[in-house]
């Protein structure tokens, strides 16, 4: 089976969309920020193109604030990070290097969670 792709394809009106491939059938995707799930995120079949499939994530405003804001959207079933977005609001910055280094943080603290949650299962 080939690999599992999430692939952006545009931002509109508040709606990351993107289109996923590489999955057998329509995974439950989850969406996080700064630890917070994203509700409404839809997964749906492509009808003209078999084995793809259209996913959009609604961007809350209230998420929205100066800086650097890091979504992370992951297979729920398998746990793989299939995509992240960012957006970047106020000041212009002058490389992306923020953006980088929140991606980090999120994804460090998801490792974290797993690793806590993995020493607990195996001590008991």
Do not use: Y
């Amino acid at each position: 089976m080939p690999d599992t792709t999430l692939t952006k394809t545009r931002i509109r009106a508040g709606i990351w969309e993107g289109v996923l491939t590489g999955t057998s059938g329509i995974p439950v995707l989850d969406v996080q920020h700064l630890e917070q799930a994203i509700a409404g995120v839809t997964v749906a079949a492509i009808p003209e193109r078999p084995g793809e499939f259209a996913v959009q994530v609604p961007i809350p405003a209230e998420l929205l604030s100066e800086g650097v804001q890091t979504f992370l959207i992951r297979n729920r079933g398998t746990g793989q990070t299939l995509a992240h977005f960012t957006i970047i609001t106020g000041v212009a910055m002058e490389d992306d290097v923020r953006a980088e280094l929140d991606l980090l943080r999120a994804e460090l603290d998801m490792l974290k969670r797993a690793f806590r949650r993995h020493c607990l299962e195996t001590t008991v």
